[in-house]
């Protein structure tokens, strides 16, 4: 130890005069610093009463001094004994002020029993709020030190620098830790009774290592620097403690700064090397670590098995192959043998850099020298060749673990279940995160999370709920991403109940759902009309002080306007602008959209140049809902101007614009502007979808153009689009409207042909056709033919019928199967009731009414 700072006077550390101090006006004890890093406040002095306590001050000096070797024998009585005598203890501290007793306990400090002596601070702390100084509690951790009392020192040490203890200051104190090494330093210097060790720093800076580095590693630091700047350097052990810690905390450059100042001091060992080297790898400084490997052959410190690791995956990371194996020959030559580690060393390089023919070849070498790889050797081949893509491999390595007795841990398995994410192996993802459960391993929160989206990415929300709720269990909160990724697929797949109960889990966990999450449930909710529950979800929201946005409001506003409460949806768009959020081009589209659906055109109109006037620009959709509106309006017209505006601001068309205006076209008749449309769309790179063909179909069909109907069902094929049961359905109607049943049933065997069944409306339109002609055999038969395929009819096929029996005369026939639909609670249409009433026999009719 050097000891060129113990010349430290000791007078300017124990008091020169006791009786004087010792009898000098007992004053108010500073304030305790509130925190160890902010200066104490100091505070005004109370006006002392003068009383029995105080008539010291007043005597004279001989009377004082005998009073003061009085004092000094009851304090050193009490301290020097085995037990404490509280009542002596409160007498005393009622005579003495902290600097008084901090002078007292200088001078006696040599006779203290520090057990003693502990018990005494601890009472006078906690029974009498006594106040000591900063200097008495140092010189109180020496002597605890100095008797082996390493634990009780190390506790003392912990609550005075956390401020658990009464402490006065002195003002111009900023850092107490600086302020703490200072006065254990001097206290050290001025004693020979702590000189037989420095154990009490080790412990110091231990201390500030590990109970407090959440202040940071810079504390710790200081305070080194301090000590070892006063000649009192830690131990090598400490030393190394420190290096490894600021290491460990990602602090290379402060831990080989350590290693400085101790080379200062003294000849480093090899395990400071050995760390020094480790701290200069990892901040990228390999050619100071080469120099100080060098080093170490110069001043004789032979380097071990752990600074030949350090050095060679410093080499390794900088991807300097040839001089790692060089060091690894080197160390051979020197009889060192590799170990584990060491080959572990060289096959993580190598697996890192994809080398992994030679890291093949290191492990056989590994296995040659009869060493038995462990599972972060495994876990090192098995992670590089899921990084290759080469899970085989790897999964063939894990049962190569299994067969030498080792267990894979969680490093493994998420190291196999985020490469089989990747490859959307999900199933042996999801098998694998049920063999860590099961075997109690720590789950990794994205771990878990991917193989959850990979199960909604599949559509496997069952799967997927029950990690969620496993996770949730543990206290894990899925990612917001994952949550709505969840939450919208369960939604999309109908099942918003799942949802709802997923939602409330994590409200009954405290987590708290973001407001995208949670909009995504909301959306769910009003897409199926649930507005009871959308409610009671945005009054969730709004007490959980979740933000609502533009999103949330859209989300209300569809509900509402798909509920026809359009009045609702324009009210929500005023408490939008109320709240400060500004409706968007959704927005207006929605509300559009009500209004349009309602045939309320002209407010539509209104909306739509309010929303311009906003500068809100409308897209292909909006112009799409305009357009729709007016055409279910029958203002083909004014559907075309919005079209053509469309056209002249070159916002590229879609399909479903051209399909309004054909359908448009075709149910008016218009045929050719319907196929003039087909054109132009044709021309702009459209192409026409089944939508545009069975417009087309209907149309051509209603003006008895079937040929050209005809055709189009083979221009469809041409386009890859496969004609469905309304292409055929609109064919047949058409044959049957110009009275064509042949043509009519020679397309329905066309259909089957293709495996395409007729549906319900199929075989009524074929029924119709035959009762119009008056063919009401045919017509039977074809209801037989229907019930045999299982079709169920429904009360329009049913009122065909009875028309068609009623204009026949066959009343009887009428009467029977009106009847039969009577039992099935189906209800027949007022013509249909009237043809029945006109087919009674005139008798019959008096009678029944």
Excluded at 230 to 244: A, D, E, H, I, V
Excluded at 773 to 802: V, Y
Aim: hydrophobic share 40%; glycine share 6%; aromatic share 8%.
């Amino acid at each position: 130890m050097d000891m060129r700072k113990s010349a430290v006077s000791k007078a300017a550390f124990a008091a020169t005069n006791t009786a004087a101090i010792l009898f000098l006006p007992i004053k108010r004890p500073l304030t305790v610093s509130p925190h160890p890093f902010v200066k104490a406040q100091n505070t005004k002095p109370e006006p002392q009463e003068v009383g029995p306590s105080n008539l010291e001050a007043t005597l004279p000096a001989s009377a004082a001094f005998d009073r003061s070797n009085l004092c000094k024998e009851r304090v050193t009585s009490i301290l020097s004994g085995p037990k404490l005598n509280s009542y002596q203890c409160k007498e005393i501290l009622a005579h003495l002020s902290p600097h008084q007793f901090d002078s007292l306990f200088w001078e006696i400090h040599k006779y203290v029993d520090p057990s003693t002596a502990l018990k005494f601070f601890y009472f006078a702390c906690n029974s009498c709020a006594f106040r000591f100084t900063l200097k008495s509690y140092c010189l109180l951790f020496h002597l605890l030190v100095s008797k082996n009392l390493d634990s009780s020192a190390r506790l003392l040490l912990i609550r005075l620098i956390d401020g658990k203890l009464p402490m006065t200051l002195r003002d111009d104190v900023v850092h107490l830790h600086k302020e703490i090494a200072s006065v254990l330093a001097n206290a050290y210097l001025c004693s020979e009774k702590f000189r037989n060790g420095i154990r009490g720093f080790d412990i110091l800076v231990h201390v500030y290592a590990t109970q407090f580095k959440s202040l940071g590693f810079d504390v710790a630091m200081d305070v080194f620097k301090f000590i070892a700047g006063q000649g009192l350097l830690p131990s090598f052990k400490t030393c190394n403690f420190l290096m490894s810690s600021l290491f460990k905390a990602n602090e290379p450059d402060k831990s080989y700064e350590v290693f400085v100042i101790v080379s200062k001091e003294s000849l480093p060992d090899v395990y400071l090397y050995s760390t020094a080297i480790n701290a200069l790898c990892k901040a990228d400084r390999v050619e100071e670590a080469l120099k100080l490997f060098k080093q170490m052959d110069n001043v004789g410190v032979a380097p071990n098995v752990v600074t030949y690791n350090n050095l060679m995956h410093g080499l390794f990371k900088n991807g300097r192959l040839e001089e790692a194996f060089r060091l690894k020959e080197r160390m051979a030559d020197s009889e060192m043998k590799p170990t584990v580690i060491t080959y572990g060393v060289l096959i993580n390089g190598l697996m890192k850099l994809s080398k992994y023919d030679e890291a093949d070849c290191v492990l056989k070498e590994m296995l040659r020298n009869g060493l038995v790889p462990n599972e972060v050797v495994y876990n090192t081949l098995i992670d590089g060749y899921c990084r290759m893509g080469d899970v085989t491999t790897a999964l063939k390595l894990k049962d190569n673990m299994l067969s030498q007795g080792l267990i894979p841990n969680s490093v493994t398995y998420n190291t196999f279940i985020n490469r089989l994410c990747t490859d959307n192996r999900i199933d042996l993802a999801e098998r694998f995160l049920n063999e860590m459960v099961t075997g109690g391993f720590g789950i990794n929160l994205g771990t878990i999370n991917s193989v959850i989206h990979g199960l909604c990415e599949n559509l496997r929300f069952d799967s997927a709920i029950k990690l969620t709720v496993l996770m949730i269990s543990k206290n894990l909160k899925p990612n917001n991403g994952l949550l709505t990724t969840m939450i919208s697929g369960l939604c999309h797949k109908n099942k918003h109940s799942e949802a709802l109960k997923l939602y409330n889990m994590l409200q009954n966990k405290g987590f708290t759902a973001n407001t995208v999450t949670s909009n995504a449930l909301l959306f769910g909710l009003c897409q199926v009309g649930n507005m009871q529950d959308a409610k009671l979800l945005l009054k969730n929201m709004l007490d959980r002080g979740v933000g609502l946005d533009t999103f949330t409001y859209n989300a209300l506003i569809y509900g509402n306007c798909k509920e026809d409460k359009l009045e609702l949806g324009f009210k929500l768009k005023d408490e939008m602008a109320n709240k400060g959020i500004s409706p968007d081009i959704v927005t207006y589209n929605l509300l559009i959209h009500g209004l349009c659906s309602k045939g309320k055109m002209e407010e539509a109109l209104i909306l739509w140049h309010e929303c311009q006037r906003n500068g809100l620009v409308p897209y292909i959709h909006s112009y799409g809902i305009m357009i729709g509106g007016f055409c279910n309006a029958e203002k083909i017209k004014e559907a075309m101007n919005f079209f053509d505006m469309l056209l002249r601001q070159n916002i590229a068309l879609n399909a479903v614009v051209y399909n309004i205006l054909i359908r448009a076209y075709s149910r008016s008749g218009n045929m050719l502007e319907a196929l003039k449309l087909l054109d132009d769309m044709r021309s702009k790179g459209t192409s026409p979808t089944l939508a545009t063909y069975i417009s087309l179909i209907h149309g051509m069909s209603n003006v008895g153009q079937l040929d050209e109907a005809r055709d189009l069902l083979h221009e469809m094929r041409k386009d890859c689009l496969l004609p469905d049961v309304v292409c055929y359905t609109a064919l047949i109607g058409g044959h049957c409207k110009l009275g064509q049943m042949a043509e009519a049933r020679s397309v329905l065997q066309e259909m089957s042909s293709f495996n395409i069944q007729p549906n319900k409306i199929t075989y009524t339109v074929i029924i119709h056709g035959y009762c119009k002609l008056g063919s009401m055999g045919e017509a039977s038969e074809s209801l037989r033919e229907m019930l045999s395929k299982g079709i169920a009819p429904d009360s329009a096929t049913f009122n065909i019928m009875m028309h068609g029996f009623c204009k026949e005369g066959a009343a009887e026939k009428a009467f029977n199967l009106w009847n039969l639909i009577s039992d099935k609670g189906i209800l027949i249409d007022d013509v249909a009731h009237t043809s029945l009433v006109h087919s009674m026999p005139q008798q019959a009719r008096v009678q029944n009414d």
